[in-house]
C-alpha cells in the first residue's frame, strides 16, 4: 500500500513562501488524486487542496491565489506551494492520496505522518 512521506515543513515568518512535498517509494503517485489536509491545534482537519491524476487543480478559498499544488510525475511528487503566508496558516499539512476523487473529503485512504508548518514572527 502507498507509504507517503511529505517533507518541507518548519518555520517561516509571516509573508514568506514554503514548499511541502509528497513523495513514495513503491507507488506511482500520479494514477493517484492527490492533496493536502492541515489540522491546527483545537481546530478541525481541512481540506486545502487537491489535484486529480489528470492534473486539475482546486483550492479551499483561504487559500486561493496563494496556494498552488503541483505534480512531476518524473519525479513521483507532489508539491504544495505556499506564498504570503499567514500565521493562520499554521498547522500539521497531510499529504493523502485515493484511486477516488474524494476533493475535500477526509475519506482518502492514505494519509502521511504530516509535516508541522508554523507562520511565526
Known amino acids: 500500500q502507498l507509504q507517503l512521506v511529505e517533507s518541507g515543513g518548519g518555520l517561516v515568518q509571516p509573508g514568506g513562501s514554503m514548499r511541502l512535498s509528497c513523495t513514495d517509494s513503491?507507488?506511482?503517485?500520479?494514477?493517484?488524486?492527490i492533496g493536502w489536509f492541515r489540522q491546527a491545534p483545537g481546530k478541525e482537519r481541512e481540506g486545502v487542496s487537491w489535484i486529480s491524476s489528470l492534473g486539475g487543480t482546486n483550492y479551499v478559498e483561504s487559500v486561493k491565489g496563494r496556494f498552488t499544488i503541483s505534480r512531476d510525475n518524473d519525479k513521483n511528487t507532489v508539491y504544495l506551494q505556499m506564498n504570503s503566508l499567514k500565521p493562520e496558516d499554521t498547522a500539521v499539512y497531510y499529504c493523502?492520496?485515493?484511486?477516488?476523487?474524494?476533493?475535500?473529503?477526509?475519506?482518502?485512504?492514505?494519509w502521511g505522518q504530516g509535516t508541522q508548518v508554523t507562520v511565526s514572527s
Open positions: 493523502v492520496a485515493d484511486m477516488y476523487e474524494w476533493g475535500f473529503s477526509p475519506e482518502y485512504d492514505y
Open positions: 513503491g507507488f506511482i503517485l500520479k494514477h493517484y488524486a
